[in-house]
Structures are given as C-alpha cells and as structure tokens.
C-alpha cells in the first residue's frame, strides 16, 4: 500500500496507548475514510516520518500544533506511559492556549474519548468523555467528525472532493426472498448492508432443519447481481472436498485461489489477506457453523477480530451453534443474534401460493405435519414445480 503523505496540517491527529490500538485503529481508518487519505494521524500510518531520535517533538509539535482536532484516547495505560505522556504534556499545553483563545471555536480543539479503564491526569473530573467502547466504528467517526466541523465548518466542501470508490448503500437495497418467512433474518441482513450499520455480523442460529442454509443461499443469490459488493458462501458442511469448496467460495471474490494446505485456516488467511488489501465492499457467509472444527478458532480470532477496524467487511455466520460475543473484543461490531424458528402453516401457505394458486392452507398444514417441519422438504413440496 502506498506510503501516506505528510501534509502541512492534519485534520484529526489520535493520542492513544497501543493496548487500545485495534479498537482506535478502527475508528481512526473510518474517519480517514470520510475525510480523505493522508487527513488523519496515527502513528503507525507514519512511521516514516516519527522514526528517529525526535520522534517526540514531532509527537508533540503534531499534537500541540500541527492539528485541527486532537482526539485523547483515555484509558489508564495512556496516563503511564512515558510516549504518551510526552504527547498529552504537548496536549495540556493546546488546552491552556485554547482556553484563552479569541476565536471561541478554538477551544473545541481537543476530544477526550473514552476506550478503556482507568482515568488521565490533567483530564477533570466534570470532564464529559463519550464512551466509544460500545459504539461501531461507524458511530465514533460520526461523533468525532461533528467536533471536526465546529473547528472548520467548511469541512463539508473538504470530504467531497475526497476520492471515494465502490461503498455500502445508505439505505437497504429492495431483495427478493423467494422462501417463507424466517424470525427478521430477511430484515436484519438487509441492515447489515448498508454503510452505518451498528453491527457488520449477522449470527443466524436454529435446529437443525429450520431453514437455515436456504436463507444463507438466498442472501448469496441477492448480492451476487449486485456489481459493487464482492460475496462468498462457505457451507461447512461439505467440507471433503476442500479444494472444490475453497474454489466455489473465491469465486465471486475476486480474488486468486490460494494453494492446496491440509490447514483450512492457512487459506483463508491468504484470502483475507487479499481482501484487505483491496478493501471494497465485500460479504462472507459461513454456514453450518457447528461444523467448522479447527475453523472455529480463525474465524473467532481472526475474521471477526479483523471486523473492528474493517469497515468494507461483512460476515454472516449461520449454525445450529455461532460464535459467542460475551468478552469477545468483536462484541461491539455483532449484531443481536437471530434465532430462527421453523415458519408456521401460514408462512409456507403464502410462499406456495406465490407457485400453486389453487392451493389450500389445509393442504399445507397437512404438508407441515407430514414434513414435521422440516424447511428443505417443504421448499421442495411448495415451491416451483420442477
């Protein structure tokens, strides 16, 4: 990737410890994203300019002058640290110049977030900080931007002429669900695509025999005409092929297969690897979860952890089990887990009709009772005549 230009001012400049680096990662690329590459300090990004033996006069001649907004990530490791100590001296110092300034919108130059434990000398107690932690990335780039624009109101005029390439909808794009209905799974994935989402995971869970994989079939079906949105479906279930499996998920990717390795996860690390570094929209279902064996470990790991600071990335995971959100640093980017139950009588008589116009709701409770349920066969019973 290239290396970002230093320009004369940041538009936003991040204070942080690196114990909160995945969380503020996130949030900082989501605001680079609305502001425009090179527009926003962190220091990883410029490495190339801080690496020295004056990396701290540089930290503090950023902070201190060389910003509109300073955001002070505020957690207990930040107030004792020796680095980030330096670079809230250089802060404290703004604070004091601001506090006096003539141009009152001066004064708003510094935003404490909160994105962990613990308190930061200098920072007072009647001090509001927001908490971020149980924001989306999405939400803290929001906030952090309606500071940004009571220093420079002509902001606006700023990120649209920002480059912008292929990005999730604002809206819930119309999709066709030609199945019957399913426990708000049609409503939520709806949300999950679209690009102020609170949550970029879907978790569908059911017994065994409620519908899930159809659901997970349907939603690949809409996205796939969908030009912008790259998609892949994993169904764990059918794992003795890998490579025909592996094969089937890259396909509408974008991306190259990665070679043959016994290890699953091997590979789809290198997917992922290329995902990230053409950072489009993209969705990935995995489905029949409760199969993913070695599996599980990546994509609780690694995938979802990957979500915090992957604003282009879109997960749907659909199983009898999903990954559990309790302490997990991903929990924030979750979305409520649905539980999917079988659909009633009424349901499979509104889906049957759509294909058989003389049917009858006894036939189909009929149908229900002899099926005991069971979604796969009653898709194929009411559905279109083959």
């Known amino acids: 990737m290239p290396t970002r230009a230093v320009p004369e001012r940041f538009l936003v400049a991040f204070s942080l410890a690196g114990e909160q680096r995945e969380l503020v990662l996130a949030i900082a690329e989501a605001v680079e994203n609305r502001l425009g590459r ?4 962190l220091d990883e990004w410029f490495e190339h300019y801080i690496a020295g033996d004056d990396a701290d006069l540089k930290l503090q001649e950023i902070y201190g002058r060389r910003c509109e907004l300073a955001v002070v990530c505020v957690s207990e490791r930040y ?6 100590q330096a670079e809230h001296q250089a802060i404290r110092a703004r604070n004091m110049k601001c506090s006096a300034a003539a141009e009152k919108r001066e004064r708003d130059a510094i935003l404490p977030i909160r994105v962990g434990d613990g308190e930061v000398a200098g920072i007072l107690f009647n001090a509001i900080v927001p908490d971020v932690r149980g924001r989306s990335a999405a939400e803290s780039a929001e906030l952090i931007i309606a500071r940004l624009h009571l220093l420079r109101p ?6 649209a002429s920002a480059p912008s390439g292929p990005a999730w909808p604002k809206t819930p794009s119309p999709l066709s669900w030609p199945m019957a209905n399913h426990s708000g799974a049609r409503e939520a994935f709806g949300q999950l695509l679209t690009s102020n989402v609170l949550g970029r995971l879907l978790r569908i869970r059911g017994v065994s025999e409620t519908g899930k994989s159809h659901i997970t079939r349907q939603m690949l079906a809409n996205v796939l005409p969908v030009a912008d949105i790259a998609c892949g479906r994993f169904d764990f279930k059918g794992t003795t092929d890998m490579d ?32 990230r570094q053409r950072a489009q929209p993209t969705l990935l279902i995995f489905d029949t979860y409760e199969m993913a064996g070695e599996a599980q470990q990546w994509v609780e ?3 979802l952890q990957s979500l915090i600071r992957a604003t282009w990335l879109r997960v749907v995971v659909a199983g009898q089990q999903v990954p559990d959100a309790t302490g997990a640093v991903w929990a924030a980017v979750a979305c409520p887990v649905v539980q999917v139950e079988p659909p009633p009588p009424a349901d499979w008589y509104d889906y049957g009709k759509r294909h058989r116009p003389n ?19 009653l898709a194929q019973l009411l559905g279109p005549a083959a």
């Open 79 to 84: 107030g004792s640290k020796p680095w980030t």
């Open 244 to 275: 025909r499996e592996v094969r089937a998920f890259v396909q509408d990717l974008g991306v190259t297969t990665p070679p043959s390795t016994p290890r699953l996860h091997e590979r789809f690390d290198q997917i992922l690897d290329a995902l």
């Open 38 to 41: 090179g527009s926003v300090f």
């Open 359 to 377: 049917l009858k709701l006894t036939d189909v409770e009929t149908a229900c009772d002899l099926a005991r349920g069971k979604a796969s066969l």
């Open 154 to 159: 002509d902001l606006e005029a700023l990120s």
């Open 301 to 303: 790991k690694s995938l």
